[in-house]
């Protein structure tokens, strides 16, 4: 058969199209069908590159005895959390406060009105390790349906108080410079020095905190700070968790040493950590950060771009229905493809071992050192790819998330900068004219789009904040003040409907579909939250167009993620990063002259390397209009010139890269 699914945008819900489920996508029909034939919703939320999302559908959705019991006793709804992150967050928060853990598959049983009274995350197809089976839950929240109405309606009720009893935000102290200290300091206790990143297994990149730390480097010079960053940066990128030979890094890793991740492979990880390594090869002038950097650019246009310019959201984890078979190698595959002295080379290189570190025998590929001959190690990684293209691929979801797209702009903008490949600013300005002609409808953003065709889910904060963001990051790389014009646009439509009243911001936007609970969470997961996400939009608006209104908004949001800076600094990375910048105003550079003149390209090189990250810089020729930090600008003696302000006050003007070096250190 094939079910309501079979129109849907989401390739994960396509991936249930032919399941014996009759599935629905969310939505009041739905809700209407459960309400006419008293029966419960059954909601299961995942992703398409979710492993055990896999496990649970063939073990279940796959079945034809456990789908005729679904069909009989539920109304199913079938969601793709990507595509609605509102829908995916309340029921989400639901399921921690029920359970004491989340993640996915999600699985939720509802009321007629949306209110979970039952919520649980994988559920096997046989009673394991302790656990019933899905089958024995089935059966036995339809009987309570049936024989203990009250018992629902009490549980379900007490959930939705839960869920929209607001929490106090407010009352956050600004977070100056004795706060960052602190943060770092707070860092330092939950650091790994041995293996770098945060906590134990999983261990997931924690980008967002070290763009944090990077810039409380670049203020302060702090040591800790370098640590942290310089270990975790190197673990990584040495790890099994990053793709040693096609370059891109996998979701997580399941280990404490990044030895065997998660396998697949998430756009909004590789957009920030593209930024991450970019802006530590230019503070350090590593050749390997700059290395890293060069892979995941490349990995983005390689793997994830499609047709229409803009960057699919991931490759699955899964290939020939086992995860990581793609990528993993034992010694005798590697001799088969390279020979036997240079599979023994690989072999040392690469830490393939006979025992293996995965499964079969099998290995990830780690690099710890250099290879000690870069010409064999071309020739070797060239024939392994060869080799490997010849495998099973993963899947990818090629649907276009707007917020990760934002992600992706942001990231090959900074990478077109710190390696001087204009190729990579060409690629962002391709995918920010994609999410132009096909995200925007009426001045508002849409979240997801497939094959060039836009889904129907209103954006959410994050899709505003990370959007903007990259096209503020455009107009600052290329001068054309059209990007500058469609960032403001998005953040006046964000001040106008996402606002919460007490300086933050609510998920979900003023007139967007109502849910149990208007989903409101300013801690960073993954990539950044919404609220952390828009702080970075209007400081950088702020700082191209000395609008007070949007200083004043973004100075609100900081003192709302005081109080989580200061308890989770690990989940207030970005807002803190944020923070760094606000110290300074943020600086704010202009550079003025012809993109022709070596002299321009020179200062403005020296800019992009010397500036704090987080801080706006912007050229343009003499003259030039709509970018406000460019007006009234000019040559000096005839020179391009380098304008640097900080805190509303300009230097004067310089002309040389020494002048301008020195200009920057002066805080």
Request: charged fraction near 20%; aromatic fraction near 8%.
């Amino acid at each position: 058969m094939v079910n309501r699914l079979d129109a849907a945008t989401s390739p994960y819900l396509l991936q249930h199209a032919d399941n014996p489920v009759d599935w629905w996508e969310w939505g009041d029909d739905a809700f209407t069908e459960a309400r006419r034939r008293n029966v419960p919703v059954l909601l299961s939320v995942g992703y398409a590159a979710c492993h055990w999302c896999h496990v649970m559908a063939h073990e279940s959705f796959e079945d034809e005895t456990t789908a005729q019991f679904m069909n009989e006793h539920y109304v199913s709804i079938k969601v793709d959390r990507e595509e609605r992150p509102d829908v995916d967050a309340v029921y989400m928060q639901a399921t921690v406060a029920m359970t004491g853990q989340g993640g996915w598959p999600m699985t939720c049983v509802l009321d007629h009105d949306g209110a979970p009274f039952f919520a649980g995350t994988y559920f096997p197809d046989q009673p394991r390790h302790g656990q019933p089976s899905f089958r024995q839950l089935l059966e036995a929240i339809s009987t309570a349906w049936t024989d203990s109405p009250q018992d629902v309606i009490a549980t379900s009720r007490q959930i939705r108080e839960h869920l929209t009893k607001q929490v106090a935000l407010t009352g956050g102290e600004p977070i100056d410079a004795a706060a960052l200290d602190v943060a770092v300091t707070r860092l330092g206790a939950d650091f790994d020095p041995l293996n770098g990143g945060f906590g134990s297994a999983p261990k997931f990149p924690p980008s967002m905190v070290l763009e944090f730390l990077i810039r409380h480097v670049q203020r302060t010079g702090s040591a800790p700070a370098r640590q942290m960053v310089e270990k975790t940066l190197n673990a990584m990128a040495r790890g099994g968790i990053y793709d040693q030979l096609a370059g891109g890094f996998a979701r997580y890793s399941v280990d404490q040493r990044w030895v065997v991740p998660h396998f697949e492979k998430m756009l909004y990880d590789n957009g920030q950590l593209l930024s991450v390594y970019a802006h530590w090869a230019a503070i350090t002038e590593s050749p390997y950060a700059a290395g890293i950097a060069r892979g995941v650019a490349d990995f983005l246009l390689a793997e994830l771009g499609t047709a229409e310019g803009a960057f699919a959201s991931a490759l699955d984890a899964d290939s020939e229905g086992e995860e990581g078979t793609f990528y993993v190698w034992s010694p005798g595959q590697l001799s088969d493809v390279l020979g036997v002295e240079d599979g023994a080379w690989a072999s040392a290189l690469l830490g393939v071992t006979v025992a293996g570190t995965f499964e079969g025998g099998t290995s990830t590929l780690q690099m710890s050192q250099d290879p000690d001959d870069l010409t064999r190690w071309e020739s070797v990684r060239s024939r392994l790819l060869e080799a490997r293209a010849q495998r099973v691929r993963p899947a990818r979801d090629d649907k276009i998330v707007a917020a990760w797209n934002g992600l992706a702009i942001t990231g090959l903008v900074d990478a077109a900068d710190v390696l001087d490949e204009p190729r990579y600013l060409q690629a962002a300005l391709k995918c920010a004219r994609f999410l132009v002609d096909t995200h925007f409808v009426d001045g508002r953003l849409l979240r997801v789009s497939r094959d060039g065709v836009a889904g129907s889910h209103a954006g959410v904060l994050e899709d505003y904040g990370l959007v903007a963001t990259a096209f503020l990051a455009l107009a600052c790389a290329t001068g054309d003040d059209e990007w500058l014009t469609r960032a403001g646009s998005l953040l006046d439509a964000t001040l106008g409907h996402f606002g919460a009243g007490d300086g933050g911001f609510h998920d979900t936007a003023d007139d967007a579909e109502t849910l149990v609970a208007r989903p409101r969470d300013p801690s960073d997961n993954a990539s950044p939250a919404g609220h952390s996400a828009l702080i970075h939009a209007l400081l950088g608006y702020a700082a191209l167009t000395g609008s007070g209104r949007h200083r004043d908004a973004a100075e609100s949001a900081l003192r709302i993620s005081g109080k989580l800076a200061e308890a989770s600094p690990r989940f207030a990375g970005w807002s803190l990063a944020a923070a760094e910048a606000a110290l300074d105003g943020p600086v704010e550079v202009a550079v003025i002259g012809s993109p022709d003149d070596p002299s321009t390209a020179d200062l403005l090189r020296a800019a992009r390397r010397h500036a704090p990250y987080g801080a706006v810089i912007v050229v343009g020729e003499p003259g030039g209009t709509g970018i406000p930090l460019l007006e009234g600008r000019g040559l000096v003696d005839g020179q391009p010139a380098a304008y640097v302000c900080r805190n509303l006050v300009c230097a004067r003007p310089v002309t040389t890269v020494d002048h301008l070096l020195t200009a920057l250190a002066t805080g």
